[in-house]
């Protein structure tokens, strides 16, 4: 029961990511831009070496942070908080990439719209697992 709810909160997600998109390009005339699948759409050189240190410091953070789950017992909220920071620096930095240096500059609403829903996303499902140890 818990992977049918998880697929269909998934499905849900990406449905209100794709209408939210539709909706923006339509209201702000934004261009669609063909993106490959699971390849480095870089905007530029500094782009690319900008997106890779954050990927390293990711890796490397996720390493201390997995250090400090499994010997110094500290919350997974931990690692789930410092994860999602490095998703929300990486999409932010992407997002100042395409406004300054595209052809098409008003693509960075569809980028900070899309992180955006994915922040409220996590944040409720955290919330509600309680894996902040919040007693609401």
């Known amino acids: 029961m818990f992977w049918l709810k998880f697929f269909l909160l998934m499905a849900s997600v990406f449905g209100v990511i794709w209408f939210v998109k539709w909706v923006l390009r339509k209201t702000f005339k ?7 699948w699971f390849s480095y759409n870089h905007i530029n050189n ?3 070496k900008i997106d890779w240190t954050i990927r390293i410091a990711t890796m490397i953070g996720s390493i201390f942070v997995i250090y400090l789950f499994v010997f110094k017992e ?8 410092v994860w999602g920071a490095f998703i929300v620096i990486d999409y932010s930095v992407r997002a ?5 240096y595209t052809d098409n500059p008003k693509q960075w609403i569809l980028t900070m719209s899309e992180i955006t829903i994915w922040v409220i ?3 409720i499902a955290m919330i509600q697992l309680d894996l902040v140890n919040l007693r609401l």
């Open 30 to 36: 934004i261009k669609k831009e063909k993106i490959d």
């Open 46 to 48: 500094l782009h690319k």
């Open 74 to 81: 500290y919350p997974i909220a931990l690692y789930l908080i």
């Open 96 to 100: 100042f990439f395409e406004w300054k």
């Open 121 to 123: 996303v996590a944040s």
